[in-house]
């Protein structure tokens, strides 16, 4: 069976950031419910970037300090609804025939080297 890795893009205005919180939390009263999730392996997610442990912001928290200090007014729908994109969430996995043939240490580097690639690739995206 051959490999492949997988990268998705989604953008979320503000008020839509919130799903990604959910997904990040693997909170099921968020709105994640994906039947896939092993909530026993929880502790073996890794974030790259945002990290509340690390610096005591919530993920709610960088995206309103970014739309502050950004003075991000945005555009609004005919509705009224806010419709500037503030977030932009990237997900990056392999095939499990690839990843399962890693050791954790080159997993970790895989996903780093996603990163760092991303980065280039869109750098005018707030990281």
């Known amino acids: 069976m051959s490999s492949y890795l997988i990268c998705r893009l989604e953008n979320y205005t503000t008020k839509s950031a919130g799903a ?8 099921k ?22 990290d509340a442990n ?4 919530t993920f709610e ?14 555009r609004i729908t005919k509705s009224g609804e806010k419709a500037t994109k503030t977030l932009t969430e990237f997900v990056v996995t392999a095939s499990p025939e690839y990843l399962n043939g890693l050791s954790r240490h080159e997993q970790d580097r895989f996903f780093n ?15």
Do not use: A, C, M
């Open 20 to 27: 990604v919180l959910g997904e990040l939390e693997h909170s």
């Open 29 to 50: 009263d968020k709105g994640y419910n994906n039947p896939d999730w092993k909530p026993e392996k929880t502790e073996e997610n890794v974030t790259l970037f945002h």
């Open 54 to 57: 690390r610096d005591g912001k």
């Open 61 to 74: 928290q960088y995206i309103n300090d970014y739309v502050k200090e950004n003075d991000v007014q945005g």
């Open 113 to 127: 080297d996603s990163f760092k690639s991303l980065k280039k690739q869109f750098p005018t995206y707030h990281w």
